[in-house]
């Protein structure tokens, strides 16, 4: 009898599971994170954005069965391959690329900067302005156009390139130094690239540049900002954020500020708490606009965003207890519990002002890495805030009492815990929030930034920042929220015209009281 060798099947590979990301919105990614699940895309737009759906695994497949006559396969003499482990690490922060010039946007001699800068600006108009680029022209380091000749006129008008550069049809070294100069003025990428944003600036009319000076100059009259060695800047038009110490820029921050329609306030106060994990309460506002219509369509919307309603003794109340069909939930307080889907993220910088705005942390970043960072409802989102929040707190005791220090462990730390902790300064910080679309530096550089809110317009309505009493501080709520009669914004005076050269003397632009924002200035997720 002849035995035939029946060849064995390769060994069987155990089937690959997918991996599957849990909805997350945990803020950037760190040694405590690494284990926490992938998070979704951000949905911008969204005043308070419910959880995504988690996505089910699909079942494993069964391996067929073996013909019953062939023997089982030999495990030992082909092991089965590890399946490849995916990673579970949080994907990088992406951030706009921002200036990193040390050069405060706010010193103390910024208004008197810009005045003089308006003065020269003023006789460039005077001048005839300066040479349109061709639009649509489009230039590389090395590339040769007959349109060049009007871009190194352009630039030289602005001082960006040398007057006496040689004539050339060449994009040489020398001017594409003098296009990244002019980028840098006007916050874009410094790339030294001609292309569609770039031409845009260019081609801005030299009176709209000198309107833009003299109308931020006026917003900064009768400003008594207490600059000191160390301050914070936020400028709106900018959407950035600068940690400023003895003069230089510490760090300059990627922010999200207010939208045109809900815009961030002009502010002048002080820092005077950090607050990790915060609670969030929902103004008056946002109840109307964003929970009872969330909560027609979904009863469980409140549960599901880990929000409670308390009556005036600070009781909770059931969602059930109350008729969604009306508006009777504005009489109760409504807060969303701290956590990863919390619309402050881990953090919150307390600055007691009667907007009741502050700058936080978020959710969701995607913004973060966006050109154009309008989308907040007044409050200022703060990219990478856990280090802004170590600025801070430098010089006030750390965890442990005197001696020691609120390092990044000592702040990741803090927040692990999943507990709310005020931390009092130990000295009180400045910040402002300005907006200024044309600003000089001390340097003799002109800046420039869009008008997204129409401030700078002779029908807009620039103001001025005014000092904040520390009365109404974001920590504690007040009791009662203003309803919509009161909460409307109060209409200020338009602005006087910016007048022609000589340049406008400190008391010729008519000073105007900022409007008061909405109460959805305080609703950081939009």
């Not at 607050?275 to 979904?298: A, C, E, G, Q, Y």
């Not at 409307?488 to 008519?510: G, Q, T, W, Y």
Request: positive net charge.
């Amino acid at each position: 009898m002849v035995l035939r060798q029946v060849a064995l099947p390769p060994g069987r590979r155990r089937p690959r599971l997918p991996f599957v990301a849990a909805a997350c919105l945990f803020g950037a990614a760190s040694a405590l994170a690494e284990t926490a699940p992938l998070p979704p895309a951000a949905v911008p737009n969204a005043a308070i954005a419910p959880p995504a759906e988690m996505p089910t695994a699909p079942e494993p497949k069964t391996a067929a069965p073996l013909p019953a006559t062939q023997p089982a396969p030999d495990q030992a003499a082909e092991p089965p391959r590890e399946a490849k482990k995916l990673s579970r690490e949080l994907p990088p922060l992406v951030l706009a690329k921002i200036s990193q010039d040390p050069t405060p946007t706010l010193t103390p001699s910024t208004f008197l900067d810009t005045l003089r800068m308006a003065d020269r600006y003023q006789a460039i108009v005077q001048a005839g302005g300066w040479p349109s680029v061709p639009a649509g022209l489009s230039l590389k380091p090395g590339d040769r156009n007959p349109a060049v000749a009007v871009l190194r006129r352009r630039l030289a008008v602005t001082e960006d390139l040398a007057a006496d550069a040689p004539a050339s049809d060449l994009m040489d070294e020398a001017l594409v130094a003098a296009l990244k100069r002019f980028q840098q003025r006007h916050g874009l990428p410094e790339t030294g690239l001609l292309g569609p944003m770039t031409v845009k600036a260019l081609n801005v009319p030299a009176a709209i540049r000198q309107r833009q000076l003299a109308a931020s100059a006026a917003r900064l009259m009768g400003s008594k900002f207490p600059f000191g060695e160390r301050y914070v800047v936020a400028n709106i038009p900018s959407a950035t954020v600068e940690a400023v110490e003895r003069g230089s820029v510490a760090r300059r921050y990627v922010a999200v500020v207010g939208k045109p329609d809900r815009a961030s306030p002009l502010v002048e106060t002080r820092i005077t708490n950090v607050n990790f994990n915060p609670t969030w309460t929902v103004p008056v506002s946002l109840i109307k606009k964003d929970i009872i219509p969330h909560m027609r369509k979904d009863p469980g919307y409140l549960a599901k965003m880990h929000i409670r309603m308390l009556d005036g003794q600070g009781n909770e109340v059931q969602p059930t207890a109350i008729d969604w069909s009306t508006e009777k939930a504005v009489n109760y307080t409504v807060r969303q519990d701290p956590g990863f889907d919390n619309s402050l993220g881990q953090v919150r910088i307390d600055m007691p002002n009667r907007h009741a705005v502050y700058m936080h942390d978020t959710p969701s970043k995607s913004l973060f890495s966006r050109t154009a960072r309008f989308h907040s409802s007044g409050c200022v989102r703060v990219a990478e805030v856990k280090g802004l929040v170590a600025w801070l707190l430098e010089g006030t005791p750390g965890p442990n009492g005197p001696g020691t220090v609120w390092g990044p462990i000592e702040i990741e730390t803090g927040i692990a815990t999943g507990e709310r902790r005020d931390i009092k300064l130990a000295k009180p910080v400045p910040v402002t929030f300005v907006y200024l679309t044309g600003y000089a530096t001390p340097d003799g550089r002109a800046h420039f930034r869009d008008d997204v809110y129409g401030l700078d317009s002779p029908s807009g309505a620039p103001a001025k920042p005014e000092a904040d009493v520390a009365a109404t501080a974001s920590i504690t709520p007040a009791p009662a929220m203003p309803g919509p009669a009161t909460a409307k914004p109060v209409p200020s005076k338009p602005a006087a015209k910016p007048v022609a050269s000589p340049a406008p003397a400190p008391a010729a632009p008519r000073p105007v009281t900022a409007p008061k924002a909405p109460p959805t200035a305080v609703n950081p997720r939009t």
